[in-house]
């Protein structure tokens, strides 16, 4: 049976959703604010150490991070979704794109639109925060905008792109308009970060 929510997903919905999947921790939950006359989705989660983690990569996504990303688009089959930057991420349904990992795209975000040969619903997105986090990966440093743009490229018009970084990446807003902000939390000495959740307009 198709989810109640299946036809129109707004921004109160997905945060309903999530809210609904994570009842146990309402301090995690999400609101709707308006932002300059638009809604945005507003949260922090606070994901806690993770003493049995399954991966040592540098940079592995939080605990819990993806479960709690997901849950705000239950509409994407995980086929639609693209990782970029994915890294230690093991094969799924779901499409990779690493530039040194193994991805079933093996290239550079910035060759997406070149290499890709579709669009997705969904994409998320880790990059190396700085220039001293790419050196470990022995890459070049982001250029966000230029990753941005490429990442709207392959996305499908009206979907989405989740970016976790430490600054609310550049990019243009004729493409993307900022559809969330959650704060991340990991624990002590760990960088907090943003997750910033973007919809392609146009
Ligand atoms: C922060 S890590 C992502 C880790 C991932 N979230 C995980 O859970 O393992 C950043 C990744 O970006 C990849 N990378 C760096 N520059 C890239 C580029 N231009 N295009 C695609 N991937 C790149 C690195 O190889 C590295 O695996």
């Known amino acids: ?110 060759d997406l639109p070149a290499l890709a040969g579709r669009t997705f619903a969904l994409v998320l997105a880790d990059p190396p925060y700085s220039k001293a986090d790419a050196e470990k990966y022995t890459t070049p440093a982001i250029d966000r905008a230029k990753a941005l743009a490429a990442i709207g490229a392959v996305t499908d018009l009206g979907g989405h792109l989740a970016w976790l970084d430490t600054c609310w990446p550049m990019h243009s807003k004729r493409t993307w308009r900022t559809v969330g902000r959650v704060a991340i939390t990991r624990s002590t000495n760990h960088r907090t970060r943003d997750l910033t959740v973007f919809q392609r307009v146009v």
Request: proline share 7%.
């Open 1 to 110: 049976m198709a989810h109640p929510l299946a036809d129109v997903w707004t921004l109160r919905d997905r945060a309903r959703a999530y809210n609904e999947r994570f009842a146990q921790w309402p301090a995690s939950h999400l609101v709707v604010v308006r932002e300059q006359g638009q809604e945005v989705i507003y949260g922090r989660w606070v994901l806690g150490q993770n003493y049995q983690a399954p991966t040592k990569f540098y940079g592995a996504y939080p605990p819990g991070f993806l479960d709690r990303v997901l849950a705000l688009f239950p509409d994407v089959a995980a086929a639609d979704t693209l990782h970029v930057f994915s890294g230690s991420l093991h094969a799924g349904e779901y499409v990779r794109c690493d530039l040194v990992q193994p991805a079933e795209l093996p290239c550079s975000v910035y």
